[in-house]
């Protein structure tokens, strides 16, 4: 049920029965605003989603609105999976980390870690990040991060994400203009592709690297790589999530030649969806490809064809894919000796 896109298997394996903590990283960017530029969430309210979404996977309700975030055409959010997972088979701990929200998820108990970051403006116009000092925040934190667990796994919900991801990785210098994915089944590439190109015009030929991020990234991205070498391998962590998480590798990377560094991967891996993998419009294996590091990676063969659900039928269709750490909460999952009907039903269960 988990399927080795690069690397061995055998990282994943080592995982099995192990324990882990759930972080979710959860950030917004007015890039979100740009009309129909995403559907990860309710139409007006897209900057609500990462707050219900975090809400739902703590506490199994939505508290900070009505309805749990959908799109549109009714697709649920894929906090149901990671839901569904952790009812099933419980991480030992669910952390949140604010980079940026304009409203904090209404939780208690669960430890919620907060940097007094503002949510970052949009890459249209000029994103205006302090990137570096973000950078270094991110770098201390993963220094002096402490866990008892077994590994990390370290999810996101930032809608319009994989458009600041696209635009990053391109002004950082990478081919790849076709690789990144969508929450829509279709994606609005006119829209995305003039977002991206009116974000690249601001960068200028002496803009050095954090100058670039500051203006055209978002503050999941450049938090999870600072996080990423902060914690320089010292504990296992699974980045769950699809091309996000790969644009935070690819930052990574950038990072890493500027410094002439060498990076030990032994305990890094990414974990994500079938939809993405097998998406016919991103090609998350070609983007890990163009890092100069070796990295393990891993898709969940999980879909919903058992299912009559048709709001979870749209999965199986292209919506929606992947995000708050589906892939990686599906992989633990697997790891752990559920089985897909099991999960389906319970999804199902909590759709109602």
Known sequence: MINTILGQKDFIEYLRGKKATLLLALSNTATANIKDITQAGIPGKIYLTPTLDSEFVC??????LKNIAQTP?????????????????????IEL???????????????????????????ALDAKIDAQGLFQIATDFGQNFKSDDDYIILGESVPSGTTTALATALALGYEC????????????????NDTVKSALKNIKEEDEFFTILSKVSDNMLIFIAGFILGL????????????QMACVLLIVNSILKAMNASFETSNLALCTTKWIYEDENSDIKALLEMLDFDINAYYSDFDFSSSSHPALK???????????????????????GLKKDDIIKKVESLLG
């Not at 055409?73 to 839901?83: D, E, N, Q």
């Open 59 to 64: 506490t199994g309700e939505v508290r900070s």
């Open 73 to 93: 055409k009714g697709v649920p959010t894929p906090a149901l999976i990671s839901r569904a997972v952790h009812l099933l088979n419980p991480f030992s701990n």
């Open 97 to 123: 980390l604010n980079l940026g929200l304009e409203v904090k998820p209404d939780v208690k108990y669960f430890k919620t870690y907060d940097f007094n970051i503002p949510p970052s403006k949009s890459i």
């Open 177 to 192: 203009e076709d690789m990144f994915s969508s929450s829509y089944k279709n994606s609005p590439n006119d829209i995305k």
């Open 232 to 243: 320089n391998n010292s504990k296992k962590l699974v980045l769950a999530g699809g091309t």
């Open 314 to 336: 749209l999965y199986d269709e292209g919506e929606a894919k992947e995000g708050v750490g589906a892939g990686g909460c599906l992989t633990y999952g697997f790891l752990n």
